[in-house]
C-alpha cells in the first residue's frame, strides 16, 4: 500500500471565512526513523495528505507530535515544514512550556514561520492559581497571534475552569479552548459564562457528544490515521446526524478511547503502520506497547480497515 493513498484535492473554505482553529484539525503524529531522527519529509508529505483528505488544518508539537522530546531546533522546523506543505492559515502549533517566557518564544517563532494562531496549555511546572494561569496568557498575547487555550488538568494540573476561561476571554487573552477533560457538560457552562468563546473538542472518544453540545472544531488525534472517517463522523456531530454516523462513531470508539490513555502516541503510531502510513517508533522516554496493548491496537484497527475505513 502507498504510504499516503492518492486522493482528490481538499476544496478548501474562503480563508476569509475560516479560522485556523475551526473544523477538523489534526494534532499530527511526527514519522521517526528507526534511529530516532525526524524524517521532516515524511511529515511534509503527511500534513499535505491530512488536507487533501478533507482534514481542515494540523495542529503540530502537540503531545502527539512529541514536542517534550525535541531539540529547539526541530520543534521549530517542525512548523516550519507544516506552514510550507499546507499554509500557514491551516497550522495551529501547539506552544506549551513550563513558563510564560518559553511560550512567548514559540509563538512568536510560530509566527515568522506563517501560523496564525498557536494553542497554549496554562504553565505546567506546577498547579498555578487563577492569578498566575491570567499572567502566563498575558505575557504569551503579546505575541499578537489568537491563542486556543489547552484544557488538560490530567497532566498539567491546571484546571481552566469555565469560570477561569470566561476571564481570560474577557480579557481578550483567547479565541478559544481545546477541552480534554471529556466533561460535555463544560461545552453549555462555557456558552453561558463566556458566549463567542469557541469550544474545541479535545477528546476523540467524545467527539460527537461535544459536536452536537456546539463544539465549532476538533483537535483530532485518530484522524492521522482515518481521515476521512474522521471528517464524516465531525461533520455529522456537528451538524446534528446523529442517526447516520452512530454506527460509524461506534465502530471506531475503541480506537477514539485510546486517546485519552497514557500510549496513545504508540497506539496511534502502530495503527498509522497497520494502516500503510508513516508511524515509526517514538523516542524515550515512551516505550513500545506491552504485547497485549499492541494486540488491542492491532484488532481494533484491523476491524476498522477491514470495513474500508481510511
Known amino acids: ?95 506549551a512550556a513550563y513558563g510564560a517566557a518559553e511560550s512567548l518564544r514559540w509563538t512568536e517563532q510560530a509566527a515568522e514561520a506563517g501560523a496564525r494562531a498557536v494553542m497554549l496549555l496554562p504553565p505546567n511546572s506546577y498547579r498555578a492559581d487563577s492569578r498566575t494561569v491570567l499572567d502566563h496568557y498575558r505575557t504569551v498575547a503579546g505575541a499578537g497571534l489568537p491563542i486556543v487555550a489547552y484544557n488538560n488538568p490530567f497532566d498539567t494540573k491546571v484546571d481552566l475552569t469555565p469560570r477561569l476561561l470566561a476571564d481570560l476571554y474577557e480579557e481578550g ?18 456558552a453561558e459564562l463566556a458566549p463567542g468563546l469557541d469550544v474545541l473538542i479535545g477528546s476523540d472518544d467524545v467527539a460527537l457528544e461535544f459536536g452536537l453540545a456546539g463544539a465549532v472544531g476538533w483537535i483530532a488525534g485518530y484522524a492521522n490515521v482515518f481521515p476521512r472517517a474522521s471528517v464524516e463522523l465531525y461533520r455529522a456531530a456537528v451538524g446534528g446526524d446523529v442517526r447516520a454516523v452512530l454506527p460509524l462513531y461506534r465502530l471506531l470508539h475503541p480506537l477514539l478511547r485510546l486517546d485519552s490513555r497514557t500510549e496513545f502516541v504508540q497506539s496511534i503510531k502502530l495503527s498509522m503502520d497497520l494502516a500503510g502510513l508513516r508511524g515509526g517508533p517514538c523516542r524515550p522516554p515512551r516505550l513500545p506497547l506491552l504485547p497485549e496493548q499492541e494486540a488491542s491496537v492491532r484488532e481494533f484497527t484491523e476491524k476498522a480497515l477491514a470495513e474500508g475505513l481510511t
Not at 519529509?41 to 491530512?50: F, G, M, N, T
Not at 515544514?81 to 495551529?92: F, I, S, T
Request: charged letters at 25%; a negative charge; aromatic letters at 6%.
Open 1 to 95: 500500500m502507498s504510504p499516503h493513498p492518492a486522493t482528490s484535492p481538499h476544496s478548501a473554505p474562503d480563508p476569509a471565512d475560516r479560522k485556523p482553529w475551526h473544523g477538523i484539525v489534526v494534532a499530527t503524529a511526527l514519522p521517526l526513523r528507526e534511529d530516532l531522527s525526524v524524517d521532516f519529509d515524511a511529515y511534509a508529505e503527511h500534513v499535505r495528505w491530512l488536507v487533501d483528505s478533507g482534514c481542515d488544518g494540523v495542529c503540530p508539537n502537540g503531545s502527539l507530535g512529541e514536542y517534550q522530546s525535541l531539540t529547539p531546533d526541530e520543534r521549530a522546523l517542525v512548523v516550519r515544514v507544516a506552514v510550507e506543505a499546507v499554509g500557514g492559515d491551516r497550522v495551529l502549533p501547539g506552544v
Open 173 to 190: 487573552l483567547v479565541v478559544g479552548v481545546k477541552e480534554f477533560t471529556g466533561d460535555v457538560r463544560r461545552a453549555y457552562e462555557v
